[in-house]
């Protein structure tokens, strides 16, 4: 372990412990270098590191600070770092989401109120109104997912989820279905999901949640096969893109920028 990971660690323990509890002002560094026995310079380096992680807060004129702690602040990289993933390991991001998504969206029903329930339906009218707008479908799409998961009141999943569904998987995954005409079904998808909340029905809309990730993920694999196994015609040329061929224009083979719905 270098020294700088040994001073970040010491300061994570001093978290942890409650000796440096949310908003505590961190000692003097000379002071702090001391009582972790390591030298300024993997301190201020561990400093740096912690800072970027969100766990302190450097208050220039004023000290470092330990943040709220609060889970939106530690998982807000989450989302740049899923944007950043490629190829099979997106396909592992879509079934982690297919492994929670379904389980909150049967909370939010037994949970959901009826202000709650207006803002889903809202933007699922929305979704409808710009059927072939992939910018807007993205958009509401995206606010409805993540109102559905704000109506469990669990922040920590709430984050989470919204950290593993990237802007740019999303927008990908609505590129790719108005381009094939199958926008419709996947807003009747989000229809049979909101229906099921407006029932207060877990176990539909868990059902419900579940068949929508299933479309994403069984898509997604789909379009991975076809850039891994292209088909060529009779004269050897590589199969076109394009509507209908389940390889929209712009799409692949670049599936680092896709999104999840």
Not at 20 to 26: F, H, K, T
Not at 31 to 54: D, H, I, T
Not at 57 to 85: I, K, M, Q, W
Not at 230 to 257: F, K, Y
Request: aromatic share 2%; with cysteine; hydrophobic share 40%.
């Amino acid at each position: 372990m270098s020294l700088t990971d040994e001073a970040i660690s010491r300061i994570r323990a001093l978290v942890q412990s409650g000796d440096l509890p949310p908003g505590a002002r961190l000692p003097p560094e000379h002071q702090l270098a001391a009582q972790l026995g390591v030298s300024r310079n993997p301190l201020r380096e561990a400093v740096k590191a912690l800072v970027v992680a969100r766990v302190l807060d450097v208050r220039r004129g004023d000290g470092t600070y330990v943040t709220s702690l609060e889970p939106r602040l530690l998982l807000e990289g989450l989302g740049l770092a899923v944007e950043l993933l490629r190829d099979d390991t997106l396909l592992e991001i879509v079934q982690v989401r297919r492994m929670l998504e379904p389980a909150a969206t049967a909370l939010a029903a037994s949970r959901i109120s009826a202000e709650q329930l207006a803002e889903v339906g809202e933007h699922l009218t929305a979704m409808c109104a710009v059927s072939d707008d992939v910018e807007k479908l993205n958009h509401h799409d995206a606010a409805f997912h993540r109102a559905v998961v704000r109506a469990t009141g669990n922040e920590t999943l709430s984050t989470l989820l919204d950290g593993i569904s990237g802007r740019t998987l999303r927008m990908r995954v609505w590129r790719g279905t108005v381009e094939d005409g199958s926008s419709h079904k996947t807003i009747a998808e989000h229809q049979a999901i909101y229906n099921a909340l407006a029932a207060g029905d877990a176990t539909l809309a868990q059902a419900a949640a579940l068949m929508h990730i299933g479309t994403t993920e069984t898509w997604i694999r789909s379009v991975l096969e076809d850039v891994e196994n292209p088909q060529g015609g009779a004269d050897g040329d590589p199969a076109p893109a394009g509507p209908g061929t389940g390889i929209p224009d712009g799409l692949w083979p670049d599936l680092g920028e896709k999104e999840t719905r």
